[in-house]
Each structure stands twice: as C-alpha cells, then as structure tokens.
C-alpha cells in the first residue's frame, strides 16, 4: 500500500499533444499520483483518465532492464558497454562499408526535444546523412507540406485558449472528445457559450452529435467538400476582400478550380446535402471568427496535404487567419510529435524547418558543430521500407515508436524490418518491432528524465525527472551520445539544458529559448527569436513568413482504393479514448479493465445484411491480408463504412492497410481501406 507523496514534480503528460500539466506524487522514491495541475496552461486543473492513470506502465513487470542481443531465437543479456560498443562498431562496420545511405533513424515523437535534437546531430555529424524521421510522416507529415507551402510555417496558428474566443469552432476529420479530450472539452464549452459547431466528418462523433451542422462526407472527400465550400463563398460574395488584396496571392488560381465545385457536384461526390454545404460556407465566413482544427482524418489521406490546403484557401478567403479565435489549428496526436518535427528529426528540414541548402545555417552548423551539414534530403520511412526490401539500407535504429504494429500495410513493414542486417530498436517494453531486432535497449520513462516537450499549440513545456529508472537504464540522450563518442564524435552535455541552448544557437525560431525561461509554467511557445521576445501565442498578425499567404488551388482526385464487389466496405481506423496507439503504454494499466481489444464498428443496415450480431468474432479481409475481431452495431458510421482502433497487436489491424500515401508527404491513407466481413 502506498503511502501520500512526500514531494511533487511538475511534469507534462507524455500521451497526446494537449500537454496536460501533472504534479507528479513522489514517495518513497517512487511516483503514486499523478495531479492535474491547476496552473497548467493548457489544461488548468484538467485531464483525462490517460494522462491521470494511465501512468502506471511505469512499473510493469515486463520493463525492459538491461539490454538484449539475439542469438538464433534466443535473446541473451548484454552489458550496457558492451551493447553501446555493439551499436558503434556495427553502424562503423556498415557506413564504411555501403556508405551512409546504408544507415537509417526513426526517432520517438514521445521522446523529448532535446532526445530528438541530437539524434538529428548524430545522423548528420556521424553518418552525414538525413535519413532521419519520426512518427509525423504517418499522421501530420501532410499538415507540415500544406501549411508550409501555403502559409510558410506547418504549426497551429493559435491556441488552446482561443477556443473561448471562437464565434465558430470548424473541426475537420478530428475526434477531439477522444484522442484529445481536454481540447475536445474545450470544444464543448464554447459550444456551451454560445459559439457554432461544424463538424467534418464520415463518422457520427460527440461533437457531430452537438454540432450545429455535421457534414458527413464520405472517407477521401475532404478535398471535394472543402472546395465546395468555396464556391460558395465566391458565388455568395463572402470573400474578405481587403484580407486576401492585402495579404495573400494566388486567389485568382483558386477560383478558377471551386467555381465548377458546385454545390450540387460537390454533394453527389462527398454525400453531403448540398444545402448543408452552403449553410457551413455562410456560417464559416460570416460567424465574425472562425476556428479551424483538424485532426488525421484529414492528413492520412492519399491527397491528405491537399485537403490542409484546400481548408487553409478557405480561412484566407474570408480572413481567418492571424486573429484571434481564428485559424488553422493541427490537433497533433502524440505528446512531442509536433517538438520532434521542429528540432529537425525530418529528413526534409533542419531543426526550425530550416531547408538544408541555407549558408547560413550551414556556416552556423559547422562552427558549431564541426561538422558540415549534409545537404541531400534523406528517406522518409516508407523509402526506409523499400530501400531496406531492396538490401541498400542496411540497418536502422529505431527509438520509441512501435513501426511493426502502428505502421500501414504490416507484411511490407516486417518484410523490411527483416530484411535488415542489424535492427536497434530502443523501447521500454518488447514491442512488436523490438521483437523483430538484433539489438533492443531498455529506455528511461518521461518520469525518469529531464527535458522538454512541445504540445500542439507549440508550447516548449519542461517535464523534470520524478524517479530514477531502473538501474543502469539511460535517458535516449545518453545512449545517442554513449554511441556517438565510440563512432569518433563526442557529444557530451551535463544536462539537456546544454542541449536545448545549442538548439536555440542554431534555429532563430527557438533564439530565446533557455531552460530558465521555462521554469515559468506557461512555458515558451514558439517561435521565440530572442531572449527578451515573450513567445508567440498568435501566428501571422502582421505577416506571413513568406510576407504573403499563397492560395494552392487543389482539386478533388479520389482515393487509392474504392469499393469493389469483392471488397464491398471502406474501413476507417483511429483510436479511442481509452487507449493510446500502440497501447505499449495503456495496455500496461489498470485501463484494461475498461477496454480490453479493438471493436469493430459496423452499421445496422450492414450488420444486418451480412446477420452479424454484438460481440461477434469476424474476419475482415483486404486484398493485403485479414485480421479477427469483434463487432459492435454502431450509428457513429455510415452504411457501407466501418470503423475500429489499432490498440491491440493481437488484432494485427493494421496488416489490412495499403501503401497507398499522400503524393508529397507520404503521409499513409490510414483512412481508406477497402475490406470485406466474413463470418467466422
Ligand atoms: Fe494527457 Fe492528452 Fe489526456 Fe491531457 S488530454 S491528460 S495530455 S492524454
């Protein structure tokens, strides 16, 4: 029985992108409470039952301990040295051997900024190469290319707290109430205030059930509707003229793409009635300040970078961007997807999305780190797959993200992963990809470190070590850096705090940033370009970074897959509020006594058709492979559409999905499957 806390850390949830602010209970040298934080500046006292209680995989037997080698099917304990002396001598064996291009990192959008940091300094110091990624390229990697090449920066434009500000709040393909509840709240009360609600969205969510208008389009016509709602805007005179004369360009390409998106087509592709298409347009540009937030039913789509541009036209054809309770708000899903992007572990940007071929950056670079900054942009992960499948990447070191459960199309992924010569996968369980590894270390915890994440807002937030890990385990700092000096470069930082000062040295965006500025719990949001600038809570008031906003006109091209007889129904996956991706996390938690497997959710009229029943075991086919789950009868889809999680790997979900990525980004349509039921 554990006792009251003897003391209390701040600390900031390590689950989505909300970043809850915790005080973590400490007693007898371990955590026994965790304390939503009333000064928590996104939360204020608030939190759901993840953030609350699901922290307690912190103590699950099953933590990886001390590092494990294969040997046939064998895993055989190493020591700490003797595994770091490993990882250095292989990666040295290989890059002088292939070349760089045979190395490759995924880095963890859970672990810290700083972790993240100088996982990028290593590949590009120690392999030269870029082929780092994280977790963004198959959820908002599609968000960064729409908003970068519309409005110059791929960040929320405002923040949490403008949600009590909105007189509209527009959530396009998001399930906030569930993947990020304290936002999702917040959604609830301004609606409570008096602020319209429209949701976007195929699926019958809370919020579509308070909304004023849901409009509920089919998978993979976000595009369609979005441009339909354009038309609109022109045909009805709703255009802010003076915003797009004054601070934008393009305006005159667009019109010429939504003024064939009539209302009428618009509804006979998307399914959408065509007078709630015109009602959204009126409601959206007249509602005196409208909110846009969006979530992966936008970006994992085959066009999902598309959609974010078809939706940031429409905020800057009726001036809702740059004011408050306004925007284009990305509801980032894990707790530092959006910190692992801005600190550079893309293989598309430096740190501060700073292009490689910048000479200025490259001067900076080198004087900072001695080491010039490779200039070729590197793989993203779906190149990692085929490049491994076709024997030129030879190894990869993945940290924290769960590629062999969470990734589409899983017989491809493991193909790759096996194909490897020397897998590294840093965890602190034996997740299905550590499982597949030559070489798996034990990871410290966000209860067990020091450092900072970025919540979806672009809040720098601190999380402070609470407890010590297991004995002899080592932050993902440590290990880069163990690894780094026995490769030939040493990197060697008292405390992430030295980390986070060469970041702010070599990305102006982050310039002011410092840990004693962070002590204060507001935190930094960036961008932050000097000691004396108080953070940025509003994005673009006066300008844009490219000084105008570009309109990108789209149009509607279809999805990868469409039904056919033999795959008859569209499959739609996400997660739920109980769980948490992968559930390497949740699943370690007194939570499973709340939900314990993926459901599948399944129309009455089709439930019926095929004489399926509640808490039926089916088999779901794709043209990839099958997976065997239970069904549940649902209003929440539409007839001929199904939706389920990807929380479980004994569902083994997501060996059902396709390749099939959004062209620029190579963001996966995680949203669009063909399938077919068959009773079991
Ligand atoms: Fe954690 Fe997100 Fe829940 Fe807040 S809303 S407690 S950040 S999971």
Redesign the pocket.
């Known amino acids: 029985e554990q006792g009251p806390p003897e003391r209390t850390v701040r600390t900031t949830?390590a689950?989505?992108g909300?970043?809850?602010a915790f005080d973590a209970g400490v007693g007898d040298g371990t955590v026994v409470n965790m304390v939503?934080a009333d000064d928590g500046p996104s939360?204020q006292g608030h939190?759901?039952m993840?953030?609350?209680f699901g922290w307690t995989y912190n103590y699950a037997p099953d933590r990886l301990r001390v590092p494990l080698l294969r040997q046939g099917n064998q895993w055989v304990e190493m020591s700490w040295p003797d595994a770091l002396d490993r990882i250095a001598h292989e990666w040295v064996r290989l890059r002088d051997t292939y070349g760089p291009d045979a190395l490759a990192t995924i880095s963890s959008s859970r672990g810290t900024n700083e972790e993240n940091y100088l996982f990028g300094k290593f590949m590009r110091c120690v392999v030269g190469s870029n082929h780092i990624d994280n977790c963004a390229r198959v959820c908002h990697s599609a968000t960064v290319t729409g908003m970068m090449d519309t409005i110059g920066a791929s960040a929320a434009t405002n923040s949490i707290q403008d949600l009590d500000l909105a007189k509209l709040v527009l959530v396009v393909g998001a399930n906030p109430t569930e993947s990020?509840?304290?936002v999702g709240a917040r959604i609830k009360q301004a609606v409570r205030r008096g602020a319209a609600l429209i949701v976007i969205d195929p699926r019958r969510t809370e919020l579509a059930r308070l909304a004023d208008l849901h409009l509920q389009l089919h998978p993979g016509t976000n595009v369609a509707l979005l441009n339909g709602l354009g038309h609109i805007l022109i045909q009805e005179g709703l255009i802010d003229q003076d915003y797009v004369r004054d601070r934008t360009q393009g305006f005159e390409e667009w019109v010429k793409v939504v003024e064939s998106c009539t209302p009428e087509t618009t509804s006979k592709v998307t399914g959408v009635p065509a007078h709630l298409i015109a009602e959204a347009a009126r409601r959206y540009a007249t509602s005196g300040g409208s909110m846009a937030v969006h979530g992966l039913g936008m970006t994992e789509h085959r066009w999902g970078s598309h959609g974010v541009m078809a939706l940031v036209n429409l905020a800057l054809a009726t001036g809702n961007i740059g004011k408050p309770g306004t925007g284009i708000n990305p509801l980032r899903g894990q707790?530092n997807v959006q910190g692992a992007s801005d600190v550079g572990c893309l293989p598309t940007f430096f740190a501060g999305y700073q292009p490689f071929d910048n000479p200025e950056l490259a001067a900076a670079h080198l004087a900072i780190t001695g080491r010039p900054l490779p200039t070729t942009r590197g793989m993203k992960t779906p190149d990692m797959w085929d490049a491994a499948i076709a024997g030129t990447l030879k190894s990869l070191w993945i940290i924290g993200y769960d590629v062999a459960q969470t990734d589409p199309n899983l017989k491809k992924v493991h193909a790759a992963l096996k194909s490897l010569e020397f897998l590294i996968v840093q965890d602190l369980f034996l997740s299905e990809t550590a499982k597949l590894a030559h070489l798996v270390i034990p990871g410290a915890s966000f209860l067990e470190k020091d450092g900072t994440f970025t919540n979806l807002e672009r809040r720098i937030q601190r999380i402070r070590k609470a407890v010590e890990p297991p004995a002899g385990v080592l932050p993902d700092w440590q290990v880069v850096c163990e690894v780094s000096a026995r490769m030939g470069y040493p990197m060697w930082y008292g405390h992430p705090s030295a980390i986070m000062d060469e970041i702010a040295q070599l990305a102006p965006m982050f310039a002011g940033v410092s840990y004693d500025r962070l002590e204060a719990p507001e935190g930094l949001q960036w961008p932050v370009p000097s000691k004396e600038h108080p953070g940025t809570s509003l994005m673009h008031e006066h300008s844009f970074p490219k000084g105008k906003a570009q309109f990108v006109a789209v149009d509607y091209l279809p999805p990868g897959e469409s039904p056919t007889e033999t795959y008859p129904l569209v499959l739609i996956t996400g997660r739920i509020l109980q769980h948490y991706n992968c559930g390497a996390q949740t699943r370690r938690t007194g939570i499973m006594q709340v939900v314990d497997t993926d459901v599948l959710e399944i129309h009455a009229r089709d439930a019926a058709q095929l004489d399926l029943h509640d808490g039926e075991i089916v088999r779901l086919v794709s043209a990839r492979g099958e997976a065997r789950l239970p069904v549940m009868v649902s209003d929440r889809v539409q007839p001929g559409e199904l939706f389920t999680s990807f929380h479980f790997p004994h569902t083994d979900l997501n060996v059902l999905l396709s390749s099939s990525a959004d062209e620029s980004s190579k963001c996966p349509e995680y949203k669009v499957s063909t399938v077919r039921i068959e009773k079991v």
Request: aromatic letters at 6%; proline letters at 12%.
């Open positions: 949830c689950y989505c909300v970043g809850c939503p939360n939190a759901c993840k953030g609350r990020h509840p304290v707790n």
